[in-house]
């Protein structure tokens, strides 16, 4: 069978997998925007260390799932992975209509963090597979960007579903026909891309790493920049997702109004990516990375401060575009400097570590706002961000093709 690399050779699977992706990331927009105010509204939980606590089992789940999603790609296939993660999310949007307690929306986030590991890890490895070493930024940027825009763009429908027709049950019947059409077009329009794989081993001239776990994580200092940066952007986003609609709220604003604003965030980091990834085949990705976590840390610094409506959709517009630098680039990166053999485990390294900055991020800021205000914690992962990008600037040197 004669195998062609490449983004045009490979359009038609390459397609599929947007859309697929583009399902993957509607799963988490059903509830982006309006499960803390279902805590807070129909629980009563006031604490904001138990209202993150779904975050914080979602993040630590996702993160396990990312890391032997990546060790067993090679080993079970990638199609085959992609199939469960979606059969494991056929019964999460009921939970979140039906759920009696709070336990039970905690244990949907279990399942979501299983489905979006092995999901969107497998499509990542995926287009990798198919687009080979020339478009690799590019790839990336798209498939973050279907991703993204719907997290986005769900997040958006469910905040508006809810100001007109109640927090439960209508908004979460949005993720009942992505778990399904999910599971359709991965069963039977996805191909699995092992032989694109071996025909990439092939040519491949980077040398193997003598420990991918340890190096990915810190040893090797590109690795290990790009690891630590991407463990940091998930924490400034788990607290964006937990704790942003609670503070649109003590200023003020109404649901549909917080629902806006939440939905520009992930709407413009999703849409840049388009433009982004294709920045990291350009132009440096040391640079990239370094302006992407300092623009976040910027705009999370100037919330401190901001007070009208207009003032929090821009700050958004610019955490977005901090975001859009970074989330291709950091993908883009790892696989510049891993063989393709080693390519699978180490991006599921770089994915536990970069998410389990969701349950750290949500701790952390549960705690300092339970404790000191929510004002506190917003300034302290704003900090945290611009140490990141200092990291970057100091410790990451150029890749092997820029």
Do not use: C
């Not at 769900?154 to 049950?169: C, H, K, N």
């Not at 776990?213 to 463990?231: D, H, I, Y």
Request: hydrophobic content about 55%; overall charge positive; proline content about 3%.
């Amino acid at each position: 069978m004669e195998v062609k690399l490449g983004l045009r050779e490979n359009w038609k699977q390459f397609s599929i997998l947007v859309i697929v992706n583009a399902f993957v990331g509607g799963m988490v927009g059903i509830e982006r925007s309006i499960l803390p105010q279902i805590a807070a509204d129909e629980f009563g939980m006031l604490v904001k260390t138990a209202i993150l606590s779904f975050i914080v089992v979602f993040g630590i789940t996702k993160a396990i799932t990312n890391y032997y999603t990546g060790v067993l790609a090679n080993r079970v296939g990638r199609k085959n992975l992609l199939i469960i993660g979606w059969i494991i999310a056929l019964p999460i949007p009921f939970i979140l209509m039906y759920a009696p307690n709070w336990n039970w929306i905690v244990f949907a986030n279990v399942l979501l963090g299983i489905n979006q590991g092995l999901t969107w890890s497998s499509t990542v490895v995926m287009k990798i597979d198919l687009v080979g070493e020339k478009n690799r930024g590019l790839a990336m940027g798209i498939n973050e960007s279907a991703g993204y825009l719907a997290v986005g763009g769900v997040a958006f429908l469910t905040g508006w579903i809810a100001s007109e027709y109640g927090l439960r049950p209508y908004p979460f019947y949005l993720g009942v026909g992505f778990a399904i059409l999910g599971l359709v077009a991965s069963w039977f329009l996805v191909k699995d891309t092992i032989h694109h794989l071996k025909s990439e081993q092939t040519v491949s001239k980077i040398p193997l790493l003598s420990n991918v776990f340890w190096e990915t994580t810190w040893k090797n200092p590109n690795l290990g920049s790009v690891a630590q940066a991407g463990l940091v952007n998930n924490l400034n986003d788990g607290m964006v997702w937990g704790l942003f609609p609670l503070l649109l709220a003590t200023r003020g604003f109404s649901i549909e109004e917080i629902g806006i604003i939440v939905a520009v965030y992930p709407s413009v980091w999703g849409l840049g990516q388009l433009f982004t990834g294709k920045l990291a085949d350009l132009f440096q990705k040391k640079l990239l990375l370094f302006w992407g976590m300092f623009l976040q840390a910027f705009a999370l610094l100037v919330m401190l401060k901001a007070t009208s409506f207009s003032h929090f959709v821009l700050l958004s517009v610019v955490l977005g575009l901090g975001t859009a630098l970074v989330y291709p680039t950091f993908l883009a990166a790892v696989a510049d400097y891993t063989h393709p053999t080693q390519r699978a485990k180490s991006i599921g390294v770089f994915r536990l570590w970069r998410d389990l900055g969701y349950a750290f991020g949500a701790v952390i800021t549960g705690i300092i706002a339970d404790t000191l205000g929510l004002l506190t914690s917003v300034g302290t992962i704003a900090s945290l961000t611009l140490i990141s990008a200092l990291i970057i600037l100091i410790r990451m040197n150029k890749s092997p093709k820029n």
